[in-house]
């Protein structure tokens, strides 16, 4: 039996003798169709006609996207290039795909290609890519604006997706004070904000550049460039030890972080800091109207992909009746869409005023009976800390370093990292 595959190599100088190679053994691979370009070959393999297709790095207008369009269609990926054409090879990897081989390759060689490919959908679904393929170290056009710091090297850093429902419950604001904090006690730390309803970290932090430092990695994973010293280049250090990938400040720019690009930066990331803070968008509702066409593009893929592919999440929710509900009911739908993924829960804006006396014991038991939440950690209303902070653009290590929220969060982070709460926040709980 063969397998039946489409060729997508036209313009390659090598495509004759490949065709004539596979057409005239019997290699096991029959060629179903010839592609002349890119619309041509996803149109062929959302025909179904094929299992496989052995395509050109030279493809026009090849990208992530493109391959993940061939996931969903179920149309393995063998990426073929020039003999003795290492940056055609790296370009390929850096795609994501697994199966890469040289076009003079045997037709023994592509068949087994091919059947290592349809066997291993999950790694050429462009769920995870190749990270290390992208580390390709420092640019050699030294172009980097900012060193990569020691911490560069096996992709080890863990990754905290700050998530939570509608309502601006504070997650900007745990994410920007985690990942501040996290960097203040030593750690290499990048705080991206990967808000697709608009994201306002650069703000908080003051950063004058408007241009997505988030969009520009995404833009670069999309088309398989992105390394580790492009990373580093697209998230400027704002303090020691915290770099910021800036996010979209118009909602209508979310089609510029797309979930199959982002996997590829967050891999990466993993290789550039120790820990990466990602501040997510609230929604996680699938659209629909669109869930026939698996390969259209949804706003909320980018938070999906950010929560599935995260060590930690931390779901925020404001400590006020209404926050709670909208809370239960998020973390409902985060079971529903992503049933592996657990979340620890922080509640923000922790006041008296609204939730009676005792409002820590009060919060946890509504949280434990509705949602079966055991263990939160509460971060308490201090307006006058965060609007000085807002105000100059700054953390609130700068500025309001003694205050309550500022306190808590430093024992947030602690606990991220495995460390006790600091001295002055465990005298001020033993009180
Ligand atoms: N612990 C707190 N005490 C007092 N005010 C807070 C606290 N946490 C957040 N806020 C304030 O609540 C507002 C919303 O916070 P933030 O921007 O962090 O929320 P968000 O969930 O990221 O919202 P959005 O949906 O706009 O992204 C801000 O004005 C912020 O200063
Ligand atoms: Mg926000």
Redesign the pocket.
Known sequence: MTVRVLAAVTGASWEPALVAALEGEASGLTVVRRCVDLPDLLAAAAAGTARAVLLSGELRRLDRDALSRLAAAGVAVVGLHTPGDPVAEARLRQLGIEQVHPADASPGELAAAVAAAVASPGRQSHAYGDPAAAVTGPDPSGAASAPVEAAAGPPSGRLVAVW?P???????????GVAAELAAAGTATLLADA?V????VAQ?LGFLDEAPGLAAAARLANLGQLDLAGLARVAPVAAPRLRVLTGISRPDRWTELRPSALQQVWALARSLASWTVV?C??SLEQDEELSFDTAAPRRNGATLATLAAADVVLA?GAADPIGVQRLVRALGELREALPGVTARVVL???RRAVVGSDPQIQLAAALERYAGVREVTF?????D???RA?LEGRTLAEVAPDSP?RQALTGLAASLDGRPPPAARRRRLRR
Do not use: E, I, N
């Open positions: 939570g509608t309502g601006a419950p504070g997650r900007t604001t745990v994410a920007v808000d309803y608009g994201g306002t908080v501040d968008g609230f925020v923000t804006k922790v971060l308490p209303d201090d307006r800390a965060l609007d807002l929220v």
